[in-house]
T-cell receptor, first 114, second 111 residues
Framework: NAGVTQTPKFQVLKTGQSMTLQCAQD?????MSWYRQDPGMGLRLIHY???????DQGEVPNGYNVSRSTTEDFPLRLLSAAPSQTSVYFC?????????????FGQGTRLTVV | TQLLEQSPQFLSIQEGENLTVYCNSS?????LQWYRQEPGEGPVLLVT?????EVKKLKRLTFQFGDARKDSSLHITAAQPGDTGLYLC???????????FGTGTSLTVIP
């Protein structure tokens, strides 16, 4: 029972580099989302998707791209990494919208940009 | 500016004490959830409240949703070291597609 799998768990990037954070789920959930977590700020929504082929912006989308070609996968791309993107990133999924259903989180990716 | 503000940000108490964590907003939420997060892990759902004034109990934890659906509280009775963690509230304002998280309350229960 994998649930929500994020890779990698840790990553160090140099300023200006690009990379993709992977998120895969085996629960057949329609809803997937990416959050970043910074001290004292809780989790902030970056992008979300309500189904394959559909994505939308959250609170803090600048500097990030997403795509949803399959139900299972929702990669997050950093186009040109900046020190301000140093954070812990979480992928979360839910059956439909979150209002009346449980969300499941991956274990997180700790990203440091130097 | 965070949509959901939690207080206190940090809380350190002795085992056996009671505590209350608050989650406040100027916005109305369709539903509100409470999560608990341990170091190195993702948040795990504790409860969902959807009706103004609703009270839910989960063993020693009591959750309340404000009448106006703008605020919520989490009360823990007789705290135990296993309750240690980061507590997060999260709310759905309208469509259910954007779930906003609070600023978090870091709880430490000392044996």
């Amino acid at each position: 029972n994998a649930g929500v799998t994020q890779t990698p768990k840790f990553q160090v990037l140099k300023t200006g580099q690009s990379m993709t954070l992977q998120c895969a789920q085996d629960m057949n959930h329609e809803y997937m989302s990416w959050y970043r977590q910074d001290p004292g700020m809780g989790l902030r929504l970056i992008h979300y998707s309500v189904g394959a082929g559909i994505t939308d912006q959250g609170e803090v989308p600048n500097g990030y791209n997403v795509s949803r070609s399959t139900t299972e996968d929702f990669p997050l791309r950093l186009l040109s990494a900046a020190p301000s993107q140093t954070s812990v990133y979480f992928c979360a999924t839910a059956g439909t919208g979150w209002g009346d259903t449980e969300a499941f989180f991956g274990q997180g990716t700790r990203l440091t940009v130097v | 500016t965070q949509l959901l503000e939690q207080s206190p940000q940090f809380l350190s108490i002795q085992e056996g004490e009671n505590l209350t964590v608050y989650c406040n907003s100027s916005s109305v939420f369709s539903s509100l959830q409470w999560y608990r997060q341990e170091p190195g892990e993702g948040p795990v759902l504790l409860v969902t409240v959807v009706t103004g004034g609703e009270v839910k109990k989960l063993k020693r934890l009591t959750f309340q949703f404000g009448d106006a659906r703008k605020d919520s509280s989490l009360h823990i009775t007789a705290a135990q070291p296993g309750d240690t963690g980061l507590y997060l509230c999260a709310g759905d304002t309208d469509t259910g597609n954007q779930f906003y998280f609070g600023t978090g309350t870091s709880l430490t229960v000392i044996p």
